[in-house]
């Protein structure tokens, strides 16, 4: 009996001082408002979600290791407040799901996170890439696809530490195929880079990011830059990237840009204009692009946004981007405004 006493205050001694170093944050977002779209004859009005940040439940974590080091993890899941349902193709936690560890080295983790181009591209247009912007044309595909995805699966992702305003977001991931060729068990698989930094007014990043496409060995690459210098009232935006096919997805090239601001007008109102345009050079498939978007917010509180946004796109003929739930057919404009709120948890 004293023998098991004593395993036991001995396992007390450690386990306690690591659950009193322990903690659990749950957080969330809402984000829901009445939209109109329209493109060529169709046309469709409904509640929707998710135009300034999309809508989510998460749980994250951190636990106190000692000597610098601490555990830390993240299950967050999308879902459409509208209708209660799962985002994400219904997946339990869509949006992320990692562990990892973090030191005065830096952070390493693993699971269903971020990619690098979208750390890198997405803070650079000043509607935050909301949901009908026109600076989602970035993230589109038309002839060409893109390797620029906002998160993919089977991560190994590392983020050094802060040096002078610099850090490096690196990660690479595995499709997990099941084959005989080593070719053909390296699709899905890609890699990615990006160099940020922050620094007083000014901010900026560079990226690349390669995804093999087939079995057969074809790659997309998207290459990026992102700018931005906060003169206080005005702060405005400039991101760019490249997406290029090689092997046998093709030989296409697209380029997007955006140029775009936010005007502070007092504390709690804001307006953020965009204005974005894509140029494939895909022989007779090459689908082009351009619009703009203004959004005005209005801040209740810290946590609670009203809001209302326009945005128009001007497809080319053989193009059909959309920014909205209808799919436009080719050459077809497609128009979208909406008003709504939003609310942090």
Sequence with gaps: MNYKLGVAALAAAFVMPVQAQSNVTIYGLIDLNLGYEKSGGQSRKGLDHGE??????????????????????????????????????????????????????????????????????????????????????????????????????????????????????????????????????????????????????????????????????GKVRTSGVGLAYDFGIVKPYFAWSQDKESGTVGNGKARTWAVSAEIRL??????????????????????????????YLHALSKRTTLYAGYSQLSNESGANYAIGNITPAAGDNHRVMMAGMRHRF
């Design 266 to 295: 007092n504390p709690a109102n804001t307006v953020a204009l965009s204005y974005a345009d894509r140029d494939e050079s895909d022989g007779a498939a090459g689908e082009d692009a351009s619009g703009w978007s203004a959004y």
């Design 52 to 217: 300034l940040n999309g809508s989510r439940l998460g749980f994250r974590g951190t636990e106190d290791l000692g000597s610098g080091l601490k555990a830390l993890w993240v299950l967050e899941t999308g879902l459409d407040p509208s209708t209660g349902q799962l985002e994400q193709g219904g997946r339990a936690f869509g949006r992320q799901s990692f562990v990892g560890l973090e030191s005065g080295l830096g952070r390493l983790t693993l699971g269903r996170q971020y990619s690098p181009a979208f750390v890198a591209l997405d803070p650079f247009e000043a509607t935050g890439g909301a949901d009908r912007s026109v600076g989602l044309l970035t993230r589109k595909a038309g002839g060409v696809r893109p390797a620029y995805e906002v998160r993919f699966d089977n991560m190994i992702k590392y983020r050094s530490p802060n040096f002078a305003g610099f850090e490096l977001d690196a990660g690479y991931w595995l499709g997990e195929r099941t084959a005989t060729s080593s070719t053909a068990r390296k699709e899905g698989d890609g890699h990615g880079l990006s160099l940020l930094y922050g620094n007083g007014a000014f901010s900026g990043a560079l990226t690349t990011q390669s995804v093999q496409r087939d079995a057969s060995g």
